[in-house]
């Protein structure tokens, strides 16, 4: 009998032992799993801060087209401050207006718009890939004859641009970078996304 105590003590530790075995195990994955969820939820945000950028670029990009020059509102020097350094502004300016094609500045290194959103510091890079006749128009069809509705007053030119935007989150270090080619028409037109 003395054995049997001996051999029922040694079971209920085996137990005690597998429960707290699979009870650190629960712990740990739902902390895996916490960890998880919060990067998902970080990496959702940056991309959605990064297509702010985006959008503020093709807006920025429209403006300077129809205006000739970047808009003062866009300068961080602005109240409220807007999202291009004042630094980078001229070269900006050149990049949009067609003076200067594909520059080598770059989103991480001298960005031409900066702002920092929820903790993330949201940079971006215009550049002026291209221009070409506008599909279809009347350039195209007849280039050499100034009709109506043809030649480049009529705004039958595309102008190609590659937005580059980046997020980066302070906290966690997490980088989010989404980079679009758009087509503008010098006649005042929308951008449009290209695929």
């Known amino acids: 009998m003395r054995n049997q105590h001996g051999v029922a003590l040694l079971a209920v530790l085996l137990v005690m032992v597998l429960v707290v075995v699979m009870a650190l195990g629960a712990v740990t994955i ?3 799993g916490n960890r998880l969820a919060a990067y998902s ?3 959702e945000t940056g991309s959605q801060a990064a297509e702010a950028c985006i959008s503020t670029g093709v807006k920025l990009i429209q403006d300077t087209i129809d205006q000739g020059v970047v808009p003062v509102s866009y300068l961080d020097t602005a109240v409220p401050a807007g999202p291009v350094p004042g630094a980078t502004a001229a ?3 050149q990049e949009i207006i067609g003076q200067f094609d594909n ?3 770059a989103a991480v290194v001298n960005p031409n718009t ?3 959103l929820n903790g993330f510091t949201v940079s ?3 550049d002026r890939l291209y221009a070409r ?3 279809g128009s009347a350039m195209q069809f007849a280039g050499g004859y100034e009709g109506v509705a043809g030649g480049a007053a009529a705004g039958g030119v ?3 641009y590659r937005i580059d935007c980046t997020a980066q989150h302070a906290a966690t270090a997490t980088l989010t970078r989404i980079t679009a080619v758009y087509a503008c028409t010098l006649a005042g037109d929308t951008c449009q996304r290209q695929p």
């Open 133 to 135: 006749p506008k599909a």
């Open 114 to 116: 900066r702002v920092v």
């Open 41 to 43: 939820r970080t990496t």
């Open 124 to 126: 971006g890079d215009i």
């Open 30 to 32: 739902s902390g895996w």
């Open 158 to 160: 595309d102008i190609y």
């Open 91 to 93: 070269t900006l300016q």
């Open 103 to 105: 520059a080598p500045d």
